[in-house]
Structure formats: C-alpha cells, structure tokens
C-alpha cells in the first residue's frame, strides 16, 4: 500500500538541550496583556514605597500602599486601601475597603467597608457602609441605595 517514497516523514526529535527552556507563547495570548490581550489579573497594586502626586485613573481595580495626594477615579471598579496606605484624596469608585488613611470625600455606588485599623476623614456618598469596631470615621455619611441599583442596570 505504502512504498518507500511515499512514507511520511516524522519531525526530527529535538534534544532538551537544544529545545528553549521557556514555553512559546501566542502573541495574542491572554498572558500578554502589555501586548493588548485581556490579562487574568484582576488588579493592579502601588507598594509601600510608591508617592503619587496628581490625578489617578483606571478601569481595573487597585490596591494601594503607598501615599496618593490628588484625585482617584475608577469608576465601575474596586479601590482597596492598605493598611500603611495614606490618600489625600477625593474618590470615585464602586467599592471601597479602607484598612488605611483616608483624608478627603468618598463617592462609591456600592458599598464603602471600614475596617478596624482603618480611617476616614471626610463624607462619604454610598450605597452600603459597613464600619469595623476600632475604625476611624469623622465627616457625614448619605447613604442611597439606588446608587447601588443604577449601577446594577
């Protein structure tokens, strides 16, 4: 049936020592997202020793552990603020977990956590609040409970 013309031919075999130690991976891979393709990481962190002075943007969420005076905005995600954390900030979010500082007025559409070593100086808008026993909490709380429904739609 087959004569020796027609055989196929197998690849050559690549020794371990002459194939690469790292797997190649498609350039459209979702491992590549600082190449455009959707990453499996679902947040983005500033470490301890990170200082930002100005206005932060995203659309993802961020944890914070360093110190942030100006405005944040991320609008439709999560802003968690470490424990050694310090904003002099105005923030716009649509959850908030506060184990840090926090000095300036809070806008979230769901719900705003405290939490015991956490502080927050200034008014809080929010759909949902929940406040630690030993948190920190000095301004005025507006809670609306359709803030949180709107987003949901």
Do not use: C
């Not at 609008?75 to 300036?104: D, F, M, R, W, Y």
């Amino acid at each position: 049936m087959w004569s020796k013309q027609q055989t196929v031919a197998e690849p050559p075999a690549v020794s371990p020592s002459q194939g690469s130690a790292a797997p190649v991976v498609p350039f459209n891979s979702a491992s590549n997202s600082y190449l455009g393709g959707t990453s499996a990481r679902s947040s983005a962190r500033l470490g301890a020793s990170i200082k930002i002075k100005g206005q932060l943007t995203g659309a993802e969420a961020l944890q914070i552990d360093g110190k942030v005076d100006g405005p944040i905005s991320l609008q439709g995600h999560e802003l968690t603020v470490g424990p050694t954390a310090h904003l002099n900030s105005e923030i716009h979010a649509s959850e908030l977990v506060v184990s840090g500082k926090v000095v300036g007025n809070v806008h979230v559409r769901g719900r705003v956590d405290i939490k015991k070593e956490g502080s927050i100086i200034g008014d809080i808008f929010s759909a949902r609040i929940s406040i630690e026993d030993g948190a920190h909490f000095k301004g005025r709380i507006e809670i609306d409970p359709t803030k949180s429904q709107a987003a949901a739609d």
